[in-house]
């Protein structure tokens, strides 16, 4: 027996649909419906973006002073860049001129939906906010979240137009850097709100499941966010070095005492000195996590 809703769950649980005994985890917030998922196979397809430089926003969560700063660093620099915004990228812009704005300039670009865009252009709430997260999470965390989503979703009401086109989104991109192939996706390779790629997960995962997920989807990086939570995983797979990298949080702080977010970026040049708190190299590439300083006002 099948429950309709599938826990989004981590290596250490099973991946498959979640039993009946498992229908009271299946709950608002800490549950994802069936087709938040994909298999990670899904991401050996021909490239979507070819470019010298890409940028990865995840986790922009509405704050336009961010969205500012993180366009005027794209449009520097120098060659064929690409900016992906990789989901979640409404959440703080609950006013009317905000969720349009923030939308307007997103939706111009290259973007995925995450697990907030998904909900807000759907009419069901039995998901939550979508989040899918594990118990390691406090529930009021959980209700904070559900509260925030049934907000902004009385704001997105007014925009159908816009809520058509977060619908139309894709879960995941895939782009080519220096031919190098990059698979972008919101969560992780299994599912748009999956935790695969949290610190929490990466830290335990063996090297032997992640090379599966490389070779499946035929990628040298995959790049997320979803956690909230930056995190840097380097491997050796068959074909070279491989990377995970998930930039926490473009438009929030990310670490203890700061109060910059954080993009990815992923290159052939070097980022310019002083604006990354993270270089790796990976097949050629500099694959950064750039500081993003924002007006906190």
């Known amino acids: 027996m099948q429950t309709q809703d599938h826990v989004c769950r981590t290596p250490a649980f099973s991946s498959a649909g979640a039993a009946a005994g498992d229908e009271a985890a299946a709950r608002p917030g800490r549950s994802c419906p069936l087709h938040y998922r994909y298999p990670p196979a899904a991401l050996s397809r021909p490239p979507e973006i070819e ?10 969560y509405g704050n336009r002073p961010a969205l500012d700063a993180i366009l005027d660093r794209c449009s520097a620099e120098p060659g064929a860049s690409a900016l992906v915004f990789n989901g979640d990228f409404n959440w703080f812009n609950i006013d009317p001129a905000g969720f349009e704005q923030i939308n307007a300039a997103v939706l111009g670009r290259y973007a995925l ?22 118990e390691s999470v406090a529930d009021e965390d959980v209700a904070r979240s559900n509260r925030i989503i049934e907000r902004l979703r009385r704001t997105a009401v007014s925009f159908p ?25 919101h969560g992780d390779t299994e599912s748009l709100a999956g935790w695969n790629f949290s610190r929490e997960q990466l830290a335990v995962t063996a090297d032997a ?21 930056p995190v840097a995983r380097a491997l050796a797979v068959p074909g070279g070095d491989a990377l995970v990298i998930n930039n926490g949080s473009a438009g929030m ?5 700061t ?22 190299r990976c097949r050629g590439l500099f694959v950064d996590l750039l500081k993003i300083d924002f007006d906190q006002r």
């Open 51 to 60: 470019a010298d430089t890409l940028y990865v926003v995840g986790g922009l």
């Open 113 to 134: 939906r995450g697990n907030v865009e998904t909900e807000l252009a759907s009419d069901d709430a039995s998901a939550g906010c979508g989040c899918g997260y594990p």
């Open 161 to 185: 137009s816009l809520r058509r086109r977060l619908a139309a989104l894709p879960m995941h991109l895939v782009a080519a850097v220096g031919g190098v192939r990059i698979g972008i996706v």
């Open 209 to 229: 499941v992640l090379a599966r997920q490389f070779a499946a989807a035929n990628v040298a990086v995959f790049a997320s966010t979803h956690t909230c939570l």
């Open 253 to 257: 702080p990310n670490l203890r005492g």
């Open 259 to 280: 109060a910059f977010g954080l993009v990815t970026r992923i290159s052939s040049r070097p980022a310019h000195p002083g604006t990354s708190c993270l270089t790796l």
